[in-house]
């Protein structure tokens, strides 16, 4: 399992009890980072954003819980608990919680 951090092998775990929500902040846990894949959890207080920004890699967002604006390349999505959107590389993209998520 190279790569994993921040979780505890060999044992069922759920995402939701992994991060906290902290006051007008946006948090990131690394779960994976390794040359094939990255995986990080974030959590977010209502209102609090990631300004635009592009990748070189896709992306796929899942929200847990919450409620989420996500523009890509000037589009808007609504997300909602158990939606998922990828990204695809190079797009620029956004995010803004309207909900804490």
Known sequence: MAGFKNIEKGK???????????THRVISLTLCDSESLRIVLFSFDKDEAITEEQ????EQFT???????????GKKFMLEE???I??????EHSLLALTPC
Do not use: H, R
């Open 12 to 22: 069922v775990f759920s995402l939701l009890d992994l991060i906290d929500y902290k």
């Open 55 to 58: 990748t070189q890699n896709a």
């Open 86 to 91: 990828i990204i695809n590389p190079d797009e």
């Open 82 to 84: 158990n939606d998922s």
């Open 63 to 73: 929200l847990l819980e919450g409620k989420m604006e996500v523009v890509i390349e």
